[in-house]
């Protein structure tokens, strides 16, 4: 790309597309019109889109692969957690690297390491090399929305975040919504080796549509040194603004991902009584009231931000009914059709912790800040996975049955919730500048 007369000129593929207005030291707004949808977000939708279908597909492989490895929960949650595990350490190179080199060059090379992993997963025959091979996984995605959310920054017009963001996230439902019902039928056909070999496809595929299809912003990102970006990481997880966020990203945002990712299903089984078939089915319904729920942020975001309400207004009211309506799945108060489906619908306001937390620094940071909870919600998956995990062992050790010791791990978590919801609910005075500025 380059400035003439005031103007930029956008260039995908070697091909002019058009001009942006273009002030120095502004963000540049696409000029691409419908092609844009079409060369700049559905790349990253198919990204997201795999990355979330990677993150819920062990929920209904679970049975398979404790019946062929003979994994007890604490190991079979070992095994999915690991790919939260990497996705998290990945996070603060990958905020210094999407700053540094543009999300073409990072999300396009990142997803070829999926593929390997998907390949390692599919050949795996023992708990480390299946951990090897989900870690990976973890690893390959882990810049699949911060790659979005960096490009929506770069090549959208500010008011418009809000909304791509929504429609970003329901890109990553709909991948959910492929790992249950859609992938539940066809594991009797593929097998959940053939469906990762697939998977391994799928992604050296959006790999190369995101390498021939995003502008290469890499001339124009940040030229900081490595110290000088560490350095601003760390005041970025030290600021009160950040701090703020973090157990709500990490209970809220992480044990929903734990929850759908894999005990969801053990819970309708063993608690609601339904069989796998059943419980996929509202795997489904979970993942629809999420799809919904994100679209309707999309479609309505700009609307709600004219009438003031700001992404803290939208979580304090979302996690306070988040809260009511685990509660009542715990007690079993209510039918389950729709307890899940208001589960999943909820848990849309979780997209809106990157925003909240973004808005109280620079935006020259937004990759790091985004990361950085980031980080923290997938440091809480990992933690509330294996955790569940670990303490149903322990319980059914202890003269538990199944059924009553998830109630107890699923308590425990509404608890540690409880608690992440009082910084969020607190009133803060408006800072006039970020101290990681």
Same mark, same amino acid.
């Given at each position: ?6 103007? &930029? ?13 273009? &002030? ?29 279908? @990677? ?6 492989? !679970? ?7 003979? /994994? *007890? ?36 090379? @990142? ?13 795996? *025959? ?31 017009? /500010? ?27 066809? #594991? ?86 339904? *069989? ?6 509202? /795997? ?27 992404? #803290?207004? @939208? ?35 979780? !997209?809106? !912790?990157? @925003? ?36 149903? *062992? ?24 409880? /608690? ?5 609910? &607190? ?11």
């Amino acid at each position: 790309m380059r400035a003439i007369h005031g103007f &930029r000129r956008i260039t995908l593929r070697g091909q002019n597309v058009g001009f942006a207005n273009f &002030r120095p030291g502004t963000r540049m707004s696409t000029a691409l019109g419908a092609s844009g949808w079409g060369r700049i977000f559905l790349p990253f939708a198919l990204g997201y889109y795999l990355s979330y279908l @990677l993150r819920t597909v062990n929920a209904v492989i !679970s049975p398979a692969l404790t019946a062929e490895l003979g /994994l *007890d929960a604490g190991e079979l949650g070992l095994l999915t957690s690991t790919y939260f595990l990497a996705f998290g350490l990945a996070q603060i190179p990958v905020g210094i690297a999407l700053d540094r080199f543009g999300p073409r060059r990072v999300e396009g090379a @990142l997803l070829l390491v999926t593929a390997a992993g998907a390949v390692a997963f599919a050949t795996g *025959d023992s708990l480390q090399a299946l951990g090897l091979g989900r870690a990976l996984i973890g690893l390959g995605v882990s810049a699949c929305l911060m790659a979005a959310l960096k490009g929506f920054a770069m090549w959208y017009p /500010l008011e418009r975040q809000s909304s791509m963001t929504g429609f970003i996230m329901a890109a990553g439902a709909l991948g959910a919504l492929t790992a249950s019902v859609p992938l539940e039928l066809a #594991l009797p056909y593929l097998g959940w080796r053939g469906a990762f070999w697939l998977i391994a496809l799928v992604a050296l595929a959006i790999s190369v549509t995101i390498f021939r299809s995003l502008p290469d912003e890499a001339a124009h990102a940040s030229q900081e040194s490595l110290g000088e970006a560490l350095r601003s990481v760390a005041r970025v997880y030290a600021s009160p603004a950040f701090l703020r966020y973090a157990a709500s990203a990490a209970f809220f945002v992480g044990g929903f991902m734990a929850l759908q990712s894999l005990w969801a299903v053990p819970w309708l089984m063993n608690v609601n009584g339904f *069989d796998l078939a059943g419980a996929a089915r509202l /795997l489904v319904v979970l993942n629809l009231g999420m799809l919904i729920g994100q679209l309707s942020i999309g479609f309505l975001g700009m609307r709600l931000a004219r009438r003031g309400v700001r992404p #803290l207004h @939208l979580m304090r009211v979302g996690y306070g009914l988040l809260l009511f309506v685990q509660l009542a799945i715990l007690l079993r108060v209510g039918p389950p059709l729709v307890l899940w489906f208001l589960l999943g619908f909820l848990s849309a306001v979780n !997209s809106q !912790s990157y @925003l909240a937390a973004a808005q109280a620094f620079p935006r020259a940071l937004f990759g790091r800040v985004s990361t950085a909870v980031n980080l923290m919600a997938f440091a809480g998956a990992f933690l509330v996975q294996w955790g569940m995990g670990v303490a149903l *062992d322990l319980l059914q050790a202890r003269g538990h049955t199944l059924a009553g010791a998830l109630g107890l791990a699923y308590g425990g978590l509404l608890l540690l919730q409880l /608690l992440a919801i009082l910084p969020v609910l &607190r009133r803060c005075r408006p800072q006039a500048a970020s101290p990681a500025a």
